[in-house]
């Protein structure tokens, strides 16, 4: 079993949906979790940084964890079809090293 | 200005050759890492370096070899390159790693493609 699990969908969702992509994770030591978002042919771009339990809202993104169920979540509202990419979870543990869901693949349908 | 900058954007070689890839932070940042990301995107760590020196090293074979000539740059050689190296490989970097969940920055990536 992976330490993170994420759908890899697609998702596909029309313009001005709100989105809900989701993480689970095994491993109780992760405390710091991150989203990242990937287009095509570029390098993953940090969205959201959260520490912990709790939301974090970031314009038209939220970020959500719950550290007793294991599971983070990310929120997109009134989606774009410029919000089309891969969004990456990743989670650090007590050895530093940032570990990776496998990425969902969404698309935004005008 | 890009952050982290990685030469060259495309590689493509013949199996058994040696390349090298270069990898460039302008973010000041003190922690920088090499990952490998595979067909099916997914994003493994393979080294790290702090200040120049190796702090993570996964389980790499050992024709992979890192090099960090100062805290801004680090370069990953590899030797007698096989088909399974095909991938996208990313540097990422990081203020410092010993300072836990520090989040990291990428490039752009190179994609190496063996024949």
């Known amino acids: 079993q992976k330490e993170v699990e994420q759908d890899p969908g697609p998702l596909s969702v029309p313009e001005g949906a709100i989105v809900s992509l989701n993480c689970t994770y095994s491993n109780s030591a992760f405390q710091y979790f991150m989203w990242y978002r990937q287009y095509s042919r570029k390098g993953p771009e940090l969205l959201m940084y959260t520490y912990s339990s709790g939301n974090k809202e970031d314009g038209r993104f939220t970020a959500q964890v719950d550290k007793s169920s294991k599971y983070i979540s990310l929120f997109i509202r009134d989606s774009q079809p410029s919000d089309s990419a891969t969004y990456l979870c990743?989670?650090?543990?007590?050895?530093?090293?940032?570990?990776f869901g496998t990425g969902t693949l969404l698309a935004i349908q005008p | 200005d890009t952050a982290v900058s990685q030469t060259p954007k495309y590689l493509v070689t013949q199996m058994g050759n040696d390349k090298s890839i270069k990898c460039e932070q302008n973010l000041g940042h003190d922690t920088m890492y090499w990952y490998k990301q595979d067909s099916k995107k997914f994003l493994k760590i393979m080294f790290s370096?702090?200040?120049?020196?190796?702090?993570i090293n996964e389980t790499v074979p050992n024709r992979f070899s890192p090099k960090s000539p100062d805290k801004a740059h680090l370069n990953l050689h590899i030797n007698s390159l096989e088909l399974g190296d095909s991938a996208v490989y990313f540097c990422a970097s990081s203020q410092d790693a010993r300072g836990q969940g520090q989040p990291q920055h990428f490039g752009d990536g190179t994609r190496l493609s063996i024949l």
């Open positions: 990743a989670m650090y543990g007590a050895t530093n090293k940032l570990i």
């Open positions: 370096y702090n200040n120049k020196e190796l702090i």
